[in-house]
């Protein structure tokens, strides 16, 4: 009898197989595959697992903590605040604006806001703030020096050499070595003004300030009720010719009013009364002798 063989097997593989295979070697699907697939279902248990109220508060104030432990250890602590370059009312000033409760963590202090509101101080020209170890809060300071005195609407105040406010000024006493501006505007003017002063120093001690006139120019306010009026453009070569003359001829010390140097080509002098009166007299001698 003939043994019947069993039929063979078809090697090509199924429609699906086939399909699933391409689909496979397809490198999105793989990617989405091993990675999205993982991390969906992750996110979608983390989703489920946060819908809980009182799940997601735990897990706040578990973290809360945790930063907290780590902020409060001692090597982040702050413990006390050194200033630098102030003077004793500067550093008051400071400590009141920038109130801080030590010991407090590093992590608590915006060194950048309190370095605005140390410098917003009229007295402060820069400050730097860092912390150093040991939990010291450093702020150094550069402290605008005062180069003049201003006697403004609101009373004598204190300029540094760049016409910035340093200070009120109890009384001119108080700062006898700074010269004295006045005059709407002269607060605008200081370096000119220093200039005038550093161009005046023959005649310093017959100097009792600079008044701005009309915001335009200076006049040098001298003692004996004596001006020394300056022209609105390079005021300083005026100035100093008027100490010029003064050093040949005594001009200042004779009865004046004013020495007028605002047309530079023609000076004029000012006399006082009793001098004008004097001038006419004596003309008044030399024209009846003229006569006789």
Not at 144 to 150: E, G, M, S, Y
Request: proline share 7%.
């Amino acid at each position: 009898m003939r043994q019947v063989s069993a039929p063979r097997r078809d090697p090509a593989p199924s429609r699906w197989s086939y399909r699933l295979h391409r689909l496979w070697l397809t490198p999105l699907f793989r990617v989405l595959l091993r990675t999205g697939l993982p991390a969906f279902c992750l996110v979608f248990a983390v989703g489920v697992w946060m819908s809980d109220q009182g799940r997601r508060d735990d897990l706040r104030a578990t973290v809360l903590e945790l930063r907290r432990s780590i902020q409060e250890r001692p090597e982040f602590m702050v413990r006390l605040m050194a200033v630098e370059g102030a003077s004793a009312e500067l550093d008051g000033d400071i400590r009141e604006i920038v109130p801080v409760d030590f010991p407090i963590s590093s992590f608590d202090l915006d060194l950048e806001e309190m370095r605005q509101t140390i410098t917003g101080l009229d007295a402060v020209k820069s400050a730097q703030l860092r912390i150093r170890p040991g939990g010291i809060l450093s702020v150094e300071i550069t402290e605008r020096t005062p180069a003049i005195i201003w006697r403004g609407p609101s009373g004598l105040e204190l300029l540094d050499g760049e016409g910035h406010r340093v200070g009120p000024l109890t009384g001119r006493a108080a700062r006898p070595d700074l010269p004295v501006i006045a005059g709407q505007g002269a607060d605008l003017h200081v370096a000119q003004a220093l200039e005038l002063v550093a161009a005046a120093r023959p005649i310093a001690h017959r100097i009792r300030g600079l008044e701005r006139m009309g915001e335009r120019r200076w006049d040098v306010v001298l003692d004996r009720g004596q001006r020394i009026l300056l022209p609105e453009d390079d005021p300083v070569p005026a100035l100093e010719r008027v100490i010029a003359l003064d050093g040949a001829e005594d001009m200042l010390t004779r009865d004046l009013l004013a020495v007028d140097m605002r047309n530079s080509a023609r000076p004029t002098l000012r006399l006082a009364p009793r001098a004008v009166e004097e001038y006419r007299r004596l003309q008044l001698i030399e024209a009846g002798a003229t006569n006789g």
